[in-house]
């Protein structure tokens, strides 16, 4: 029995178990993950990692020692299958049954597989662990065009690393636009433009039909309307499902994602979630329950729950980041865009330095700042506060945002 287990060895899992640590909490700790590598960080999968520009080493959250110095007990390769909140009880795959005080759900969710005939043959790749980016390096030399699944920051992210690499890309987005989840209309279309002006093909309104096949592996994409698009690789960028049947099973309340209260609370009792699959409210998308998928919000719920494990609760209130490499573009958002009624360009596209600021009832709710860091460090006061300047101001990159929080 441990006094804290906690499911997932990911961003928001190994960081519980730091975080603990730093806050002094004594008792004993195990990290139960799937995957069997030391806990790693995940956003370089689809950027330097994929590239090769940094080896696994390099993106491991803590040196091996680190986990045996806390006296983390680590327990990789380990899937938890069921979980018993009476008896205060995991259950893994292979049958070990691990007692627990406080149990910490931080399993993140796994990628959203196509459902059309191919989707799972050779050469279908997925972007989510080491062991896919690693299967994705593996093929590259062969690889002489690739078709991506999908739009958002990972799928484009892969797309700019593949398009690096020389490989001939085609994008296919099913809505109107890239990022048409996350971002505003002029985000999508810059970066429509530069992946376009990369060589990469990217189709709009896309609609996959199936993935076509040769020698057991797949061979093209076959579109809506019978087009087929080539591919030595497919890249499946189409979010995720967040891993909760063990955690639903029990009993606890959710769907997509475990729900929890401020303190990362689910409505089992000594049942903390946290990280991708923990479905909160958050104050900045207007109180709407929403599950974050960032190392932003894995790190900073983890906080949370040590503070609430060590007797020093504070409730979850973090102003949301995050960020996304493309070629030599590097985005940085602060805020939630969604729910937005007006957008600010501050700065000129065409330069590639310029921020899109967001807002809602005349207040600053995010910005997506590209080749902009002064204004992403500045413009996080406006968001947290809410502020309202004059939109006239906001866009004269000659005004410092930071005269502009109120
Ligand atoms: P994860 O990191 O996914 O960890 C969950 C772990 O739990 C996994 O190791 C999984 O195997 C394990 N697990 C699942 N079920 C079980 C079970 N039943 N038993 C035991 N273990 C289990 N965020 C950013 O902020 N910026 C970025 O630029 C960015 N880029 C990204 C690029 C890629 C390719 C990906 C995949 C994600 C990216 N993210 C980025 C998102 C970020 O990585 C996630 O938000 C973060 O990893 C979430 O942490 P987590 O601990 O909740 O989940």
New binding site residues.
């Given amino acids: 029995r441990f006094d804290v287990a906690i499911?997932?060895?990911?961003?928001?899992?190994a960081q519980a178990a730091v975080a603990l640590r730093q806050a002094r909490f004594a008792g004993s700790i195990a990290l139960?993950?799937?995957?069997p590598d030391l806990p790693y960080e995940?956003?370089p999968?689809?950027k330097e990692y994929l590239s090769g520009e940094k080896p696994f080493e390099r993106i491991l959250l803590r040196p091996a020692a680190f986990w045996q110095e806390r006296d983390v007990a680590l327990r990789l390769g380990?899937?938890?299958?069921g979980v018993d909140a009476g008896a205060h009880e995991v259950t893994t795959e292979a049958g070990a049954r691990i007692g627990y005080g406080q149990l910490v759900w931080?399993?993140?969710?796994s990628p959203r597989r196509l459902v059309c005939s191919g989707h799972d043959l050779a050469g279908v790749h997925t972007?989510?662990?080491r062991a896919d980016a690693d299967r994705m390096v593996a093929e590259l030399p062969q690889v002489t065009r690739a078709v991506v699944i999908g739009g958002g920051?990972?799928g484009l992210?892969a797309a700019a690393v593949l398009a690096k690499a020389g490989k001939q890309v085609t994008v296919l987005e099913a809505q109107d636009r890239v990022l048409a989840r996350v971002a505003g209309a002029p985000l999508s279309r810059f970066y429509e433009a530069e992946h376009r002006a990369h060589g990469v093909d990217i189709r709009l309104g896309a609609t996959v039909e199936c993935i076509e096949e040769r020698d057991g592996r797949a061979s093209g994409v076959r579109l809506a309307g019978g087009e087929v698009l080539p591919a030595d690789m497919v890249v499946v960028g189409i979010g995720i499902v967040p891993?909760v049947e063990?955690l639903l099973a029990a009993g606890a309340e959710g769907g997509n994602g475990v729900a929890v209260d401020a303190f990362c609370r689910t409505s089992l009792p000594d049942v903390f979630a946290?990280?991708?699959?923990a479905l909160h409210e958050n104050r900045f998308a207007a109180g709407a329950a929403i599950r974050l998928?960032?190392?932003?919000?894995?790190n900073d719920q983890a906080a949370v729950v040590a503070r609430a494990i060590t007797g020093a609760p504070a409730p979850y209130d973090a102003v949301p980041w995050?960020?996304?490499n493309q070629y030599d573009l590097q985005l940085k958002t602060v805020g939630l865009s969604i729910g937005h009624d007006a957008i600010v360009t501050r700065g000129d596209p065409p330069t590639r330095s310029f921020s899109l600021i967001y807002l809602r009832g005349g207040r600053v709710i995010a910005l997506d700042c590209v080749n902009a860091t002064r204004d992403y460090v500045q413009g996080r006061a406006l968001v947290a506060a809410g502020s309202a300047p004059d939109p006239a101001r906001l866009a004269d990159p000659a005004v410092p945002l930071k005269e502009l929080a109120a």
Avoid: K, M
């Avoid at 499911?7 to 899992?13: K, P, Q, R, W």
């Fill in positions: 499911v997932g060895a990911g961003h928001a899992g139960i993950g799937a995957e995940r956003p999968l689809s380990e899937r938890v299958v931080a399993t993140g969710g972007v989510r662990t920051y990972v992210e891993a063990p946290i990280g991708d699959c998928e960032s190392v932003q919000n894995a995050f960020w996304s």
